[in-house]
Structure formats: C-alpha cells, structure tokens
C-alpha cells in the first residue's frame, strides 16, 4: 500500500508536466506529496520514518523553489539530491556496523552481520546510480530542448522505477539461498538459527 501511494507524486509530475510543463509538474509533486505523506501519517499512528521525512522536506524545499522562483533548476536538482542522501546514510551505516538494510529486510532474508553489511553496500551503490542518472538526465545533459525536457521527465516518471524493479529482481536470484521461509522463521520455544554467510 504504502509503495502505491508513493507512485502517486510521480504519475502527477509525469501528466502535469507533460501537459503544462515542468513548472506545472513542480507544483502536481508537491500537492500530489503532502496529500500522500498525510495519508502515511495517518497509517502510521501519526509518524513518519527518517527516510519519509527527507522526502517530504527537500520535495517541500526544492518544488517550493522552483515554483517561488520560476525556475525548474530546483525540480532537476531534487531526486539527484535524495537519491545521494540515500546512498550516503546506507554508505555510512554498513561503514560503522549499523547496516540500515538489517531492520528493512530482516523478515525477508537472514544473512550473517558481514552479509547485511554487504547488501546494505550494494543498495548503497544502486542509489548512488540513481543519483548519478538523475544528474545526467536533469542537469549534465540537460540543455532546456523539447527533447532533453522529454528524457528527463520520462526518465524522472517512470526510468528510475523500471531499474528499480530490475535490481529487485536481480537481487531476488542472487540471494534467493537466503530467502526466509516459514520453516527458517524462529518460534518462542526455540531459539534462532544462526544465519549462514552470503
């Protein structure tokens, strides 16, 4: 549920931007995010997660500037500015032996502390591709184009989810060994298994 909702603030940029432009898309973001993220605090007992919260600040920030200001250089540098946050806490965190990817994933694999060290790395890397394609598209290779505007909005709706969907899917073969099933999942009357190395 929680991932549908989120897919929300991207099918608003994609129509409004295609139709009015990246302006119109700036703003279709920002009202699309704060109806979504009040329906997550609403879920969710009234709180968000650290990582909802960096998204509903520099969304707030950065399509507020680009609709105060005029200027969709502000849009073209939110998702490259998000994905890098990512990249950089998950970076940091499997760095100082706090994998962040341990809690989020901890129902769907068992590894050892040095296995979730390295798939925490892993998605760490992935954001930081993400952050460096939404560059490429929104900044490096953007030149205000018709053409270069169509990249970077087709790229920013629906691009970023497509890699997305690959990386799961590939991470779901490489790791299938590590999968839990019900009968790897610890009752009350028995300890749990110590998780085997990746």
Known sequence: MTALLDLIPLIAFFIASKKFGLLAGAAAVLASTLIVYGIHLARQQWRLTKQQWVVLLLTILFCGATILLRDDLYLRWKTPIINLSFALALAVSALIGKPLMQPVAKDIFHFSP????????????????????????????????????????????????????????AQGIVLRKHLKTEAQAPTESEPPEQPSKP
């Open 114 to 169: 040095r296995g979730w060290q390295r798939l925490t790395l892993a998605w760490a890397a992935f954001f930081l591709l993400l952050a460096a394609l939404h560059y490429w598209f929104g900044l490096y290779h953007y030149d205000a184009s018709e053409q270069a505007k169509n990249l970077f909005i087709h790229f920013k709706s629906y691009g970023q989810l497509i890699l997305m969907v690959f990386f799961l899917i």
